[in-house]
């Protein structure tokens, strides 16, 4: 890899490994400073690369990495103090929140772009990941046209509804008796027109496992209502308009949706849980069906049910539709690295937060479970059966199916400054799911949920439009 550095000029001519650190060193060069959103294998992963790359370099590192509870909290302190990292972590949408901090990274791409031989093939990168990181100086607006790059994508990602294979296939005469393939049939043999449950099949089995097992197993957890509200033909937002749309029947349906399945129906348990059915139960095999299953997590889940061993004990599957066809949804994520604009070797961090670009890595840490393809390249030696021994799960074609565009969508709070906009309308939902789950038959939330009439709809519609017009773009 041709080494480029503050020193730009200089290293370039240096030309070696050793020359960029001799000439680094005469350039008086310090610690490069990273921080990082990462769990505890990307945490690890981060570790030994920078390691490899101080070793690599001949220069001093200083990473650290922070759960999402506290990364945030750990960057605004780090960047009061004036101690902005050279390289840190952000999503699409928060490029405009920190955008007077950050570099446009443009002129890596097309110093990349010239070369004959270049350390990231950028004509191999999905274009959907740039598109979502380039920011618009002049309109100063995300911009995937006619904007600057502003941050280096590590991935393309989702979060996609998973399964214990363990836990639902004790329930084998249930999927039996009432027609149903078990999911890791959907699509094949018998059920080959059969693409997905439906919203209703899907409570029904959650509602089922959670009762029959007697509180030892959760069916499910409850599913983002952006997904079901997607799947149902409703949005919270139309982008072409710039409005909220929570007031039509669609989202309302979806919304309902989401409720119902927080609420036992008679002698039985709720399908969902918004507590127990959580990431942790999922992994330690006390949850049946999980739909927030991250491509950045696979290592983390393969750890949990022995994939190492050889057992195939978890897997993926489309999200529910209304009709159990092929129309279902999964959201569209990403991660990107930045560098900072008071970084005083620029041109270094630029250089380190592509490396996650390049092929050795995007294969390395895919092999890890850390990352979906981000290079075209790659994706039919990800998806190929052939490959299992590599790659996981065996269904894993269904990440796959959601990043192409086929079945994926960009969530609406990456076309804005940031999600805070749709708090008027989370936070009242979430306070009537509390009472759903806790005031045994309490008819007010159902009530809300199931009127025609207004009951709050408009007013929480209007103050989330307020909030968001007044944060766009910012």
């Not at 390691?51 to 605004?76: Q, R, T």
Request: aromatic share 12%.
């Amino acid at each position: 890899m041709k080494k480029v550095t503050a020193c730009l000029t200089a290293v370039a001519l240096a030309g070696t490994v050793a020359a960029t650190a001799a000439t680094m060193a005469g350039c008086g060069s310090s610690d490069l400073r990273i921080l990082l959103l990462a769990n505890n294998a990307e945490d690890a992963f981060y570790k030994q690369y920078f390691a490899e790359l101080e070793e690599e370099y001949g220069i001093s590192i200083k990473y650290n990495g922070y759960e999402e509870s506290s990364y945030y909290d750990k960057l605004s302190v780090e960047m009061t103090q004036g101690k902005t990292p050279d390289i840190f972590f952000l999503r699409p949408n928060e490029i405009l929140q920190f955008r007077d901090d950050l570099q446009s990274v443009e002129d890596y791409m097309t110093a990349q772009k010239a070369l004959e031989t270049p350390a990231v093939n950028f004509d191999d990168i999905s274009e959907l990941a740039l598109d979502m990181y380039r920011y618009n100086e002049t309109t100063k607006k995300m911009d995937s046209e006619n904007g600057s790059l502003y941050a280096f994508p590590k991935d393309l990602s989702t979060q996609q509804f998973g399964y214990n294979k363990t836990i639902v296939a004790q329930y084998t005469e249930y999927f039996t008796d009432n027609d149903l393939p078990l999911p890791w049939e959907l699509g094949k043999g018998n059920f080959a027109n059969k693409k997905s449950y439906t919203w209703t099949e899907y409570k029904a089995i959650c509602e089922h496992i959670s009762t029959e097992s007697q509180g030892e197993e959760f069916g499910c957890d409850v599913p983002d209502i952006e997904i079901i509200a997607k799947s149902m033909g409703g949005e919270l937002l139309n982008l072409e308009t710039g409005k909220v749309t929570i007031t039509s029947a669609e989202m309302k349906k979806a919304v309902k949706y989401q409720a119902e399945l927080c609420t036992a129906a008679s002698g039985k348990k709720p399908a969902a849980d918004r507590v127990e059915a959580s990431y942790a139960n999922f992994t330690i095999g006390k949850v049946a069906f999980y739909s927030q299953c991250g491509t950045w997590e696979v290592g983390d889940y393969n750890k949990a049910f022995n994939k190492n061993e050889g057992d195939d004990n978890w897997g993926l599957m489309p999200t529910p539709t209304e009709n159990g066809d092929d129309s279902w949804q999964g959201m569209i994520t990403s991660a990107g690295y930045v560098v900072s604009k008071y970084s005083k070797q620029a041109d270094l961090a630029k250089e380190i937060a592509a490396s996650f670009m390049t092929r050795k890595m995007q294969t390395r840490m895919m092999t890890q479970g850390l990352s979906l393809p981000l290079l075209k390249s790659l994706s039919d030696a990800y998806v190929n059966p052939e490959n299992d021994d590599q790659y996981s799960p065996s269904t894993r074609s269904v990440f796959i199916d959601v990043i192409s565009g086929e079945h994926g969508f960009i969530p609406v709070k990456y076309s804005t400054y940031d999600s805070n906009w749709m708090s008027a309308f989370t936070n009242k939902l979430d306070a009537m799911y509390k009472v759903l789950v806790t005031s045994n038959g309490s008819k007010t939330p159902l009530q809300f949920f199931n009127s025609d009439e207004d009951m709050g709809w408009e007013t929480m519609q209007n103050s989330m439009q307020t909030e968001y017009d007044s944060t766009k773009n910012k």
